[in-house]
């Protein structure tokens, strides 16, 4: 795979909005003219794309000048801060981390911008622009609740089985956008609770592209190497021999059912991961006073066990 540089980043940046695809295309393997965007079909929650340039000036005075108080979250390859722009718009700023080497960096930046600037979903994280002076930056709407581990793993904070259920729904309903019904066909490659945030409102929104791939129309799957991703959320089929197809993102989904299910971790400190455990325990016990519905709770449990089973052929698309 070849990488565009730091200076060809600027020069990229400062063309017209509309060759932005052309000139990706040039610099880099994964978008190839033969994978151009074909027109979606009309599909319910799309937004237009809608996405500019930041200055390094604007994005410095909305955190405060990086201050680590406005830290919301870390990754291995990044920072998250929260922010405010002049306007009184809230953001989140993702700066990519100067530990990271420059091709990593790049490869991550490229992948993001390339895949959310065509993207545009309800449950999908909304992409507001970048910034490519001192640094790589890219700027999105700020998530008020947090992420979903957050919710589910924070003592301070809770979830009632509606919450859960709304969670569970919007996140299904993004992941089909993304294998069905993106201009693309996307596969996220890292799904979990930390990569899903929550507006106010507690609607789900997947975030963090950085793994992602497009996979072509005509294609059954890729095989990629090196393995990248969350252990516990590995379906055995990517993780042993590195086959990558929607069913990949299935199962780290039926992971993700599971523990929003049970408020259990994916992997315990044995080490036990949580599609095991549910496999010898019943997360159903602990709600059957808390709710009402328990039709759909049950329904969810079943999904969460077929979605996470060891062969791809056994779950659904």
């Given at each position: 795979?070849?990488?565009?540089?730091?200076?060809?980043?600027?020069?990229?940046?400062?063309?017209?909005?509309?060759?932005?695809d052309k000139e990706?295309?040039?610099?880099?393997d994964?978008?190839?003219?033969?994978?151009?965007?074909t027109?979606?079909?009309?599909?319910?929650?799309?937004?237009k794309p809608?996405?500019?340039?930041?200055?390094f000036?604007?994005?410095?005075?909305?955190?405060?000048?990086?201050?680590?108080d406005?830290?919301?979250?870390?990754?291995?390859?990044?920072?998250v801060?929260r922010?405010?722009l002049e306007?009184?718009?809230?953001?989140?700023?993702?700066?990519?981390s100067?530990?990271?080497?420059?091709?990593?960096k790049e490869?991550e930046?490229?992948t993001?911008?390339g895949?959310l600037?065509?993207?545009?979903?309800?449950?999908?994280?909304?992409?507001?622009g970048?910034?490519?002076?001192?640094?790589?930056?890219?700027?999105?709407?700020?998530?008020?609740?947090?992420?979903?581990?957050s919710?589910?793993?924070?003592?301070?904070?809770?979830?009632d089985?509606?919450?859960?259920?709304?969670?569970?729904v919007?996140?299904?309903?993004g992941?089909?956008?993304?294998?069905?019904?993106c201009?693309?066909?996307?596969?996220?490659?890292d799904?979990k609770?930390?990569n899903?945030?929550?507006?106010a409102?507690?609607?789900p929104?997947?975030?963090?592209?950085?793994?992602?791939?497009?996979?072509?129309?005509?294609?059954?799957h890729h095989?990629?190497?090196?393995?990248?991703?969350?252990?516990?959320h590995?379906?055995?089929?990517y993780?042993m021999?590195?086959?990558?197809?929607?069913?990949?993102?299935?199962f780290?989904?039926g992971?993700?059912?599971?523990?929003?299910i049970?408020?259990?971790?994916?992997v315990?400190?044995s080490?036990?991961?949580l599609?095991?455990?549910v496999?010898?325990?019943?997360?159903?016990?602990?709600?059957?006073?808390?709710?009402?519905?328990f039709?759909?709770?049950?329904?969810?449990?079943?999904?969460?066990?077929?979605?996470?089973?060891?062969w791809?052929?056994?779950?659904?698309?």
């Amino acid at each position: 795979m070849r990488y565009i540089r730091t200076a060809s980043l600027k020069r990229l940046f400062s063309l017209k909005r509309q060759s932005f695809d052309k000139e990706i295309s040039k610099g880099c393997d994964y978008i190839s003219e033969e994978n151009k965007p074909t027109a979606p079909s009309p599909t319910e929650n799309l937004r237009k794309p809608n996405w500019k340039c930041f200055s390094f000036e604007e994005i410095f005075a909305a955190t405060n000048g990086f201050s680590s108080d406005y830290i919301v979250g870390k990754g291995g390859f990044a920072e998250v801060y929260r922010g405010v722009l002049e306007d009184g718009q809230a953001i989140a700023v993702k700066r990519l981390s100067k530990f990271a080497n420059d091709e990593r960096k790049e490869k991550e930046f490229l992948t993001e911008i390339g895949t959310l600037g065509h993207v545009c979903h309800t449950n999908v994280t909304a992409l507001l622009g970048c910034c490519i002076d001192n640094g790589l930056y890219l700027i999105f709407q700020f998530s008020s609740k947090g992420s979903v581990a957050s919710l589910l793993h924070d003592e301070k904070m809770s979830a009632d089985w509606k919450t859960r259920h709304k969670i569970a729904v919007g996140i299904a309903r993004g992941l089909h956008y993304l294998h069905k019904s993106c201009p693309r066909r996307i596969i996220h490659r890292d799904i979990k609770a930390s990569n899903v945030l929550l507006t106010a409102d507690f609607e789900p929104q997947i975030s963090d592209f950085g793994l992602a791939k497009w996979l072509p129309s005509q294609w059954t799957h890729h095989s990629i190497a090196p393995i990248e991703g969350t252990f516990g959320h590995l379906a055995p089929e990517y993780f042993m021999h590195g086959v990558v197809d929607e069913k990949t993102d299935v199962f780290a989904f039926g992971v993700l059912l599971l523990e929003l299910i049970s408020g259990k971790k994916p992997v315990d400190g044995s080490h036990q991961s949580l599609h095991s455990w549910v496999r010898m325990n019943s997360p159903i016990k602990h709600w059957i006073n808390y709710t009402t519905d328990f039709t759909k709770f049950t329904v969810i449990n079943s999904i969460g066990k077929t979605y996470t089973k060891p062969w791809g052929v056994q779950r659904a698309n």
